[in-house]
């Protein structure tokens, strides 16, 4: 529940029409009414118990308490947003529509991958906020092999027009000579942010895969599918710590979606035992002790 007043973009969260950012747009164009009277205010403060708030003429529903969360795997030119005036398919083609939901964020219709959809206002809020610098990684193919210029410029940081970029992890997966696979990690979303770097470097784009966003992986969702988010991943979004329940399984971040291990980042192995390899001096051999007669054992006196 939420309290007696709130402010009207909360108040629209909470009831699953936008995030706060998206909410104070239908404000700010003339969108939404309070009591019939249309209102622009973004600080307008509101009583959802008490107030009859409409959007387009339509009434908003009382906040619910329960809210739904999906993972989709977007597939390629699917436009990620409720609607699209041209007509062309959005995320909403693929997801339930017995509940209003929203798209996190935004993927341009060229790039494929992760996408949370949810009716919580307040989560997707946090989650597009720059306070809390949430991770989200893409596998990224382009044309030819990236040069160590075009590399150092990714990882430490460009300029794109009037805005610099922050620091990304860049690491080269595979290449061919003809193409090359790179895995980007970045904390901001500047519009088509990796395109712009690689084409900055004359480089094509010809995939590009988002696979991560905070401690959320896409994993072996097919494109065009969407499964609910177990209430653990939904914890580790809202900054909840989470104990894994797998030994071994790797460990999901409590806050910001930073991830202890690098996904993909191989740690180092212990040597194996090569066939036949004398164990070195002092090393108990395989039978439990050093040898006699042998560099390390006792070797018998001459008499």
């Known amino acids: 529940m939420i309290d007696a007043v709130e402010r009207l973009n909360k108040v629209l969260a909470q009831a699953g029409v936008a995030s706060r950012r998206a909410a104070d ?15 622009t205010d973004l600080g307008r403060q509101v009583d959802p118990a008490r107030d009859d708030i409409e959007l387009d003429g339509e009434p908003i529903a ?3 308490a329960k809210h739904r969360y999906l993972a ?30 929203f798209p996190v964020g935004r993927l341009d219709g060229a790039s ?13 809020n ?26 150092a410029a990714w990882r430490e940081g460009m300029w794109l027009e009037e805005e610099r970029t922050a620091p990304a992890e860049v690491r080269v997966e595979s290449g ?12 901001e979303g500047k519009n088509r942010q990796i395109r712009r770097m690689i084409e900055a470097f004359k480089f094509r784009v010809h995939r590009l895969v988002r696979v991560r966003i905070g401690p959320l992986t896409l994993g072996d969702l097919k494109p065009g599918k969407w499964r609910e988010l177990t209430p653990a ?33 191989a740690r180092a192995k212990p040597p194996k035992p090569r066939p036949g390899h004398r164990p070195r ?5 395989r039978k439990g002790g050093p040898k006699p007669g042998r560099r390390g054992g006792s070797r018998p006196r001459a008499s």
Do not use: C
């Open 281 to 285: 001096s002092g090393a108990p051999s």
């Open 62 to 64: 009382a906040p619910r």
């Open 25 to 39: 747009t239908l404000i700010a164009n003339g969108r939404i009414t309070v009591n019939g009277t249309v209102v």
């Open 112 to 124: 494929e991958g992760l996408v949370i959809m949810t009716d919580d206002g307040d989560l997707a």
């Open 176 to 187: 061919t000579g003809a193409g090359t696979w790179l895995r980007f990690v970045i904390r």
């Open 233 to 265: 991943e939904v914890g580790a979004l809202e900054g909840k710590p989470v104990e894994p329940s797998v030994p071994g399984k790797r460990l999901v971040p409590a806050a910001g979606g930073k991830s202890k291990y690098k996904p993909g980042w």
């Open 72 to 101: 989709l795997n977007k597939p390629r030119d699917v436009i990620t947003t409720v609607t699209d005036p041209q007509g062309r398919p959005t995320v909403m083609d693929f997801v339930p529509r017995d509940v209003r939901l």
């Open 126 to 151: 946090r989650l597009m906020h720059p306070r809390y610098a949430f991770e989200k990684e893409y596998r990224v193919k382009i044309s030819g092999t990236p040069t160590d210029t075009a590399l």
